[in-house]
């Protein structure tokens, strides 16, 4: 790798823990070399924002690159781009009147490059896998991290391993070897994946760029959060639904609002950002819920959601504490719930949501129930990705679980 795969004002990375390290990027940075958790991209915001201002933005297009100047690489290299982000925040009326709500607005992520919003991510990841000088990645990925992790690999010439739970839908495993990934099966959660892929695809010949692995992932999906506040007007919404599993959106979009406070492009309060779990996998909700700031791995985890089935979050710490400053909450909805939500989106809004965006519709269903959302806050809902890899979650939907056939 060279210096100036990056750009002057990052800086290098800051531990997100209490050992409080400070490293710089001259060499390739996956976690904190003293403490093992999770590294933050550090930039000099004063110095970005004395020579930009937000009407500048539009002359870096509209896909997430538009935010390059809070992004690590330097202009003069040539990014791996399959036009990630830059995606529609759109009214949801129909569902707003229902739930009395002044406004209601979805982060619509199904356009992404691989049709979820893993492509944000993973194409930083890629792009900064090939800035360290890596021509290997790997991963374990429970379905979207997959696909997208491959079409980055192969846009970038370098090569991919990927571990999955034996039942990911098979529309994951077939996308993310038809973009020339290698594919292991392996019995039991994204954990068992995980520690498959240690043995199968080593360091330091393997990159791994799984959740919080490395830092740059984080980069990417903190571009939801600058997105939100500019199609929002620059004006933060009051509350943002967000269906957690490893967490990256969620630190991502508290370290945006962190940065955007300091850069001065907008005013706090940060929005109340509450994570979506499922039933069957809801260790953020009983950590958080408990008072711990630790998240104790979750025994049996399941649900139809695949993106949710994340038993122990690697960054769980870093979530609760992204949380806590955000005055945020958390919900655990059942699998019928996430049925439920699914078909709301899908037949009175339009959107073929998949199982994790049911999973918020249903969250946000039962929080506007117990008044914990109020009629005039503006809320942020996310679908996450398309619908249609998870056949099997369709069906059951479809099926109308407790009620007749549609
Ligand atoms: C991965 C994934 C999630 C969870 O995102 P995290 O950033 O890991 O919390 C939610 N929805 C979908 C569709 C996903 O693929």
Same mark, same amino acid.
């Given at each position: 790798m060279?210096?100036?795969?990056?750009?002057?004002?990052?800086?290098?990375?800051?531990c997100?823990?209490?050992?409080g *390290?400070?490293?710089?990027?001259?060499?390739?940075?996956?976690?904190?070399?003293?403490?093992?958790?999770p590294?933050?991209?550090r930039?000099?915001?004063e110095?970005?924002?004395?020579r930009l201002t937000p009407?500048d933005l539009?002359?870096f297009?509209?896909?997430?690159w538009r935010?390059?100047?809070?992004?690590?690489?330097?202009?003069?290299?040539?990014?791996?781009?399959l036009?990630?982000g830059?995606?529609p925040?759109?009214p949801?009326?129909?569902?707003a009147?229902?739930?009395?709500?002044r406004?209601?607005?979805?982060?619509?992520e199904?356009g992404?490059p691989?049709?979820?919003?893993k492509?944000?991510g993973l194409?930083l990841?890629?792009?900064g896998?090939?800035a360290?000088g890596?021509?290997?990645?790997?991963l374990p990925s429970? *379905?979207?991290?997959?696909?997208a992790a491959?079409a980055?690999?192969?846009?970038a010439g370098?090569?991919?391993?990927?571990?999955?739970?034996?039942?990911?839908?098979?529309?994951?495993?077939?996308s993310?070897?038809?973009?020339?990934?290698?594919v292991? =099966?392996?019995?039991g959660?994204?954990?068992?994946a995980?520690r498959?892929l240690?043995?199968?695809?080593p360091?330091p010949?393997?990159w791994?760029?799984?959740?919080f692995r490395?830092?740059?992932?984080?980069?990417g999906?903190k571009?939801?959060g600058?997105?939100?506040?500019?199609q929002?007007?620059?004006r =933060?919404?009051?509350?943002?639904?967000y269906?957690t599993?490893?967490g990256?959106?969620?630190?991502?979009m508290?370290?945006a609002f962190?940065?955007?406070f300091t850069? !001065?492009?907008t005013e706090?309060?940060m929005?109340?950002?509450?994570a979506?779990q499922?039933?069957g996998c809801?260790?953020?909700v009983?950590?958080?819920?408990?008072g711990s700031?630790r998240?104790?791995?979750?025994?049996?985890?399941?649900?139809l959601?695949? *993106?949710?089935?994340v038993?122990s979050p690697?960054? *769980?710490e870093l979530?609760?504490? +992204?949380?806590?400053?955000?005055?945020g909450?958390v919900i655990a909805?059942?699998e019928?719930?996430?049925?439920e939500?699914?078909?709301?989106?899908?037949?009175?809004e339009g959107?073929?949501a998949c199982?994790? !965006? !049911?999973?918020v519709?249903?969250a946000?269903?039962?929080?506007?129930?117990? !008044?914990e959302v109020?009629?005039e806050?503006?809320v942020v809902?996310f679908n996450t990705?398309?619908?249609?890899p998870?056949?099997e979650a369709?069906?059951? +939907?479809?099926?109308n679980?407790?009620?007749?056939?549609?």
């Amino acid at each position: 790798m060279t210096e100036t795969s990056f750009q002057p004002r990052f800086q290098g990375f800051d531990c997100s823990g209490p050992c409080g *390290g400070r490293f710089d990027a001259r060499e390739p940075r996956s976690v904190c070399p003293r403490c093992d958790r999770p590294l933050l991209a550090r930039y000099d915001l004063e110095a970005i924002a004395a020579r930009l201002t937000p009407s500048d933005l539009p002359r870096f297009g509209t896909d997430l690159w538009r935010y390059r100047a809070v992004l690590p690489f330097a202009s003069s290299i040539a990014l791996v781009r399959l036009g990630e982000g830059g995606t529609p925040l759109r009214p949801l009326p129909r569902l707003a009147e229902e739930l009395g709500l002044r406004e209601l607005w979805l982060k619509e992520e199904a356009g992404n490059p691989t049709h979820s919003f893993k492509a944000r991510g993973l194409a930083l990841a890629v792009n900064g896998a090939l800035a360290f000088g890596r021509r290997g990645i790997a991963l374990p990925s429970a *379905g979207n991290a997959g696909s997208a992790a491959a079409a980055y690999a192969a846009a970038a010439g370098v090569r991919c391993r990927i571990t999955m739970p034996q039942d990911t839908p098979e529309a994951f495993v077939l996308s993310a070897r038809a973009l020339a990934a290698e594919v292991r =099966l392996v019995p039991g959660t994204i954990a068992e994946a995980a520690r498959a892929l240690a043995e199968w695809a080593p360091a330091p010949e393997w990159w791994n760029v799984a959740t919080f692995r490395e830092p740059f992932r984080l980069e990417g999906k903190k571009t939801l959060g600058y997105e939100i506040a500019e199609q929002s007007g620059w004006r =933060l919404p009051e509350v943002i639904f967000y269906p957690t599993g490893g967490g990256t959106g969620l630190v991502g979009m508290w370290k945006a609002f962190g940065e955007l406070f300091t850069l !001065g492009w907008t005013e706090g309060p940060m929005p109340r950002m509450i994570a979506v779990q499922a039933a069957g996998c809801a260790p953020v909700v009983r950590a958080f819920e408990s008072g711990s700031d630790r998240v104790e791995p979750w025994a049996d985890a399941w649900t139809l959601a695949s *993106g949710l089935r994340v038993p122990s979050p690697f960054a *769980g710490e870093l979530i609760l504490r +992204a949380l806590r400053e955000a005055r945020g909450g958390v919900i655990a909805v059942s699998e019928e719930e996430m049925l439920e939500g699914m078909k709301d989106l899908a037949e009175r809004e339009g959107c073929f949501a998949c199982p994790e !965006g !049911g999973a918020v519709a249903a969250a946000l269903r039962r929080l506007r129930a117990s !008044g914990e959302v109020q009629p005039e806050e503006r809320v942020v809902v996310f679908n996450t990705g398309s619908g249609l890899p998870y056949a099997e979650a369709w069906r059951r +939907a479809r099926a109308n679980v407790g009620g007749a056939a549609r």
